[in-house]
């Protein structure tokens, strides 16, 4: 399974499953657009996903392509890139995200794709195969993300809180309850901004690796608009396992508090796709929520509940890789 050896038949089998990853990260994280809306009664679970795979495949005329490059080429280096190596990554964060979703555990697609990339190119090319600085970026990331998503929802909901103070509640649940259409469509906007491109470079770089791309590393545009419909798609299938986590059972949310959860990570992901970081989107919305119960009173969101999704994504990233890991070692063993 050298570089230039692969017959076109299982060129297309790669890319499907590379779709496949995407179409999961779409089931997967779907709870990540939709909770708020959807536990703010909002919008129903069915008019929701609906809501959010149509702004999932329409990023792509939003944002640029720099998350891909840094997937494509800045986690491991181009010379240690091939075909065995992006097989193992895919295989790995797929298995990852099947084993949080059984879980209902709204773990990080992201990291498991970012982890089985790593695992993959240490078992082909030990530490040298690895480009640690955008290694350590990602890692970077996962501590800030849920972070900045935290402290910004914290301000919005200090802000709205006292905007509204001396408005009617009904008049101001009914005008939340419209704003929310709009958070949500940029946080959904920004979730397919971010996670499509993940895939996005993974496919170009198995398509530079067998030499399909002339000119260097770029990725072409049916690459674009086929992750972002892959994504979309599980959107609409849904995690609604995933959901109910999300959206219910970290803190419970009126609509005012779910349009600042919303806002405060759609900012947090349009910034990291300007810094061409891959950001999880999960982390961002799961700090937000629980920046949002916190405004309440520390007692209103569940933390063993948030402590069991901290757990999970410590355990990303070593998990996804060890997958991918072994299943490089298993392919190269098979293959020769």
Same mark, same amino acid.
Request: glycine share 12%; net charge positive.
């Given at each position: 399974?050298?570089?230039?050896?692969?017959?076109?038949?299982?060129?297309?089998?790669?890319?499907?499953?590379?779709?496949?990853? *995407?179409?999961?990260?779409?089931?997967?994280?779907?709870?990540?657009?939709?909770?708020?809306?959807?536990?703010?009664?909002?919008?129903?679970?069915?008019?929701? $996903?609906?809501?959010?795979?149509?702004?999932?495949?329409?990023?792509?005329?939003?944002?640029?392509?720099?998350?891909?490059?840094?997937?494509?080429?800045?986690?491991?280096?181009?010379?240690?890139? *091939?075909?065995?190596?992006?097989? +193992?990554?895919?295989?790995?964060?797929?298995?990852?995200?099947?084993?949080?979703?059984?879980?209902?555990?709204?773990?990080?697609?992201?990291?498991?794709? $970012?982890? /089985?990339?790593?695992?993959?190119?240490?078992?082909?090319?030990?530490?040298?195969?690895? $480009?640690? +600085?955008? @290694?350590?970026?990602? @890692?970077?990331?996962?501590?800030?993300? #849920?972070?900045? +998503?935290?402290?910004?929802?914290?301000?919005?909901?200090?802000?709205?809180?006292? $905007? @509204?103070?001396?408005?009617?509640?009904?008049?101001?649940?009914?005008?939340?309850?419209?704003?929310?259409?709009?958070?949500?469509?940029? %946080?959904?906007?920004?979730?397919?901004?971010? *996670?499509?491109?993940?895939?996005?470079?993974?496919?170009?770089?198995?398509?530079?690796?067998?030499?399909?791309?002339?000119? =260097?590393?770029?990725? #072409? !545009?049916?690459?674009?608009?086929?992750?972002?419909?892959?994504?979309? !798609?599980?959107?609409?299938?849904?995690?609604?396992?995933?959901?109910?986590?999300?959206?219910?059972?970290?803190?419970?949310?009126? #609509?005012?508090?779910?349009?600042?959860?919303?806002?405060? /990570?759609?900012?947090?992901?349009?910034?990291?796709?300007?810094? /061409?970081?891959?950001?999880?989107?999960?982390?961002?919305?799961?700090?937000?929520?629980? =920046?949002?119960?916190?405004?309440?009173?520390?007692?209103?969101?569940?933390? #063993?509940?948030?402590?069991?999704?901290?757990?999970?994504?410590?355990?990303?990233?070593?998990?996804?890789?060890?997958?991918?890991?072994? @299943? %490089?070692?298993?392919?190269?063993?098979?293959?020769?």
């Amino acid at each position: 399974m050298d570089a230039g050896q692969l017959p076109f038949a299982l060129l297309i089998a790669l890319i499907a499953i590379a779709l496949l990853f *995407d179409m999961m990260n779409g089931l997967h994280d779907a709870a990540n657009s939709i909770a708020t809306i959807v536990s703010t009664n909002v919008l129903s679970p069915r008019a929701a $996903v609906v809501w959010a795979a149509f702004f999932n495949f329409v990023a792509f005329l939003v944002f640029g392509l720099a998350v891909a490059k840094t997937m494509g080429t800045g986690i491991v280096s181009e010379k240690a890139i *091939d075909v065995t190596v992006l097989f +193992g990554a895919l295989i790995g964060a797929i298995v990852w995200d099947a084993i949080t979703w059984w879980w209902a555990m709204p773990s990080s697609s992201s990291h498991a794709l $970012v982890g /089985g990339m790593v695992g993959a190119g240490l078992a082909k090319g030990g530490t040298a195969a690895i $480009v640690w +600085g955008g @290694v350590l970026k990602t @890692v970077v990331a996962i501590i800030l993300s #849920p972070l900045v +998503g935290f402290a910004l929802a914290v301000v919005l909901t200090a802000i709205t809180t006292w $905007v @509204v103070r001396r408005f009617n509640p009904y008049k101001v649940d009914r005008g939340f309850r419209v704003l929310q259409f709009c958070s949500a469509s940029l %946080y959904s906007l920004g979730h397919g901004g971010n *996670d499509a491109q993940k895939t996005m470079g993974i496919i170009a770089a198995l398509l530079f690796t067998q030499g399909y791309l002339k000119g =260097g590393f770029h990725v #072409p !545009l049916w690459v674009v608009l086929a992750c972002h419909a892959a994504m979309a !798609l599980g959107t609409m299938i849904g995690g609604w396992r995933i959901i109910r986590t999300m959206g219910m059972r970290i803190t419970s949310l009126k #609509p005012f508090q779910g349009f600042s959860a919303e806002l405060g /990570g759609a900012l947090t992901i349009f910034a990291a796709i300007g810094f /061409g970081t891959p950001i999880s989107t999960t982390h961002t919305i799961a700090g937000a929520i629980a =920046g949002v119960g916190t405004m309440k009173s520390s007692s209103a969101v569940r933390w #063993p509940i948030a402590g069991e999704m901290v757990f999970a994504w410590v355990l990303t990233l070593p998990a996804a890789a060890g997958v991918a890991a072994l @299943v %490089y070692w298993l392919t190269h063993l098979v293959t020769g």
